[in-house]
């Protein structure tokens, strides 16, 4: 389906994995290219936080085999900052260098959020701690960038601006990122490819080939998303809910 | 859950927020009100003894605790025992919460520490350790030894057990963040699972302490040369009701005291938690 280069930035082959039931993920395989913003869809409790973890290493894949670059960078849904230490310091957290101080406080300029450097984590805004955790995964330079549900848990204009962002970060840096939603629009407005987990297996993978910036009102747009939400298997009411 | 947070975070406005509206003989009207119940009580103690309805001699007046309180206080016996008892407290408190803390630490941080030790520790923590006064005074005598040891005993276990709880109570999606970010052990110990317990720990103190204030207390009454507790047991061989009422207070003072800096202690190390930062907004 893909013409996949010599070397991907992430590698899945049959991976399976069951939680006493049967497999949540069942003989997946999937490959991510360099530098590709693919978004990962799928109903809720389909595996796709699970096939995430994974990827970040921190659910084992008995079965399988799992190729991903050491350096990889999570953002998961809850920013999960550590509050007992300042905003700037989560950032520089395992970071190895001699200047793990001004690249983390670099990391947080380029978020936006140089202003809050000295703050304690709790007194942060949702939309500010997001920022932080995504600062976090962006001051380690990662070659694979994981996010699941990043935004899910963010008001509507506030989720618009944290895309934005994550575009312009993916944009200036080229990291893979492998974004969980459930948001058919946000996978259409940033990504290069969708994804479609469904049954344990990767059902759907379709390259969006739409222009950028992306515009809802493109004829192709509207017509893709028809597609996905149908291959979601969204009846008319639950797409309102969306 | 998102929410909420930005529900407490809005919750804690900008320190200059709420202070400017507020005029300033009304800042200490709370301050008043919460001391005027005390001083009603007092008043209504000293008034009833005054009028016969309570015998001076089982219960004196606060007048007549007062003054003997300033009679020891300038007959130089007052400084001393307190400074007996407050040294007995301190070295056994040191020794407790020294041992429960790095029993805590054993068993909250390696999976054998806490197979080896927390089923013991479980279980010696049901003995009420005022229990072993009789072994202690057939060990140790009735120095200052069984005391001592006897505080370090009450003291240890609130350290542990809630030092325990705390770390095995460390949110796993932290530890989750700790394990993406290639955070080492002794990084993830330093980072991560000290400052999640310390909470705990301030808590396990608290209780040590109170626990420490009631085992000096009973420990002094077995026998004591020196300390307040000897003050006291003085007293009642002469029934100096009013002595034993200074002593009393004086346990009291030590105890809100010594409490009083834990509580300093945890806005110290607890800046980073809401209800401080927002305790520390309202002060500014
Ligand atoms: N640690 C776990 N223990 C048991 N079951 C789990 C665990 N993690 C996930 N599951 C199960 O695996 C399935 C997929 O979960 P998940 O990957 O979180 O789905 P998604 O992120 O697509 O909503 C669900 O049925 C969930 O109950
Ligand atoms: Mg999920």
């Known amino acids: 389906m893909n013409a996949a280069p010599p070397v991907p930035a992430a590698q899945v082959i049959g991976l399976t994995r069951s939680f006493g039931g049967p497999p949540v993920l069942d003989r997946l395989s999937l490959s991510l290219r360099r530098g590709e913003f693919a978004a990962l869809l799928g109903r809720s409790g389909t595996g796709k936080s699970t096939l995430l973890r994974t990827l970040a290493g921190l659910d084992p894949a008995p079965a399988g085999s799992v190729r991903v670059p050491a350096a990889r960078a999570v953002v998961f849904q809850e920013p999960r900052l550590f509050p007992w230490r300042r905003v700037w310091h989560n950032i520089a957290l395992g970071l190895r260098f001699a200047d793990a101080r001004s690249r983390a406080l670099a990391a947080l300029a380029e978020v936006g959020l140089s202003h809050r450097a000295q703050a304690w984590p709790l007194t942060l805004s949702g939309g500010e701690a997001q920022r932080a955790a995504v600062a976090r995964a962006l001051v380690r330079q990662p070659e694979l960038l994981l996010l699941d549900e990043p935004f899910g848990a963010l008001d509507a204009l506030t989720r618009l601006r944290m895309q934005t962002l994550l575009l312009r970060l993916w944009q200036n840096h080229r990291p893979a990122v492998l974004l969980v939603t459930h948001d058919v629009d946000e996978a259409l407005l940033l990504a290069d490819r969708v994804l479609v987990l469904e049954n344990g297996r990767i059902a759907l993978d379709r390259p969006v080939t739409l222009p950028r910036p992306r515009h809802p009102a493109h004829p192709d747009h509207a017509r893709l998303r028809e597609h996905l939400l149908a291959s979601l298997g969204a009846g008319q009411s639950d797409r309102e809910q969306s | ?284």
């Open chain 2, 1 to 284: 859950m998102m929410s909420t947070r930005t529900a407490t975070a809005t919750a804690f406005p900008a320190p200059h927020a709420q202070s400017p509206a507020r005029p300033k003989n009304l800042v200490r009207l709370p301050r008043l009100r919460r001391i005027a119940a005390p001083l009603l009580f007092l008043a209504a103690w000293q008034a009833a003894v005054a009028l016969g309805l309570i015998g001076a001699r089982l219960m004196p007046p606060p007048s007549a605790i007062a003054e003997s309180f300033w009679h020891l206080a300038i007959s130089n016996q007052l400084l001393p025992s307190l400074l007996v008892s407050l040294a007995r407290v301190t070295v056994g408190l040191a020794i407790g919460v020294a041992a429960g803390t790095a029993l805590g630490l054993v068993t909250g941080l390696s999976r054998l520490g806490e197979d080896l030790l927390d089923p013991t520790l479980q279980m010696l923590r049901t003995l009420p350790h005022l229990a072993l006064i009789p072994l202690m005074i057939l060990w140790f005598g009735i120095g200052e030894v069984p005391k001592i040891v006897l505080i370090a005993l009450g003291a240890a276990f609130p350290i542990y057990l809630n030092l325990y709880a705390a770390i095995r109570g460390a949110d796993r999606k932290l530890f989750e963040v700790a394990a993406t970010i290639g955070l080492s052990f002794p990084e993830t110990v330093a980072h991560l699972i000290l400052p999640a317990s310390l909470p705990g720990f301030l808590v396990g103190l608290r209780q040590a302490l109170g626990v420490a204030w009631i085992t000096l207390v009973v420990a002094e009454q077995i026998n004591a040369s020196a300390g307040i507790g000897y003050l006291i047991m003085n007293a009642r061989e002469f029934l100096e009701t009013d002595i034993i009422f200074v002593g009393l207070c004086l346990y009291a003072v030590l105890g809100l005291a010594t409490d009083y800096a834990v509580r300093l202690l945890e806005t110290r190390l607890l800046a980073w938690r809401p209800s401080t930062l927002g305790a520390l907004g309202r002060r500014a």
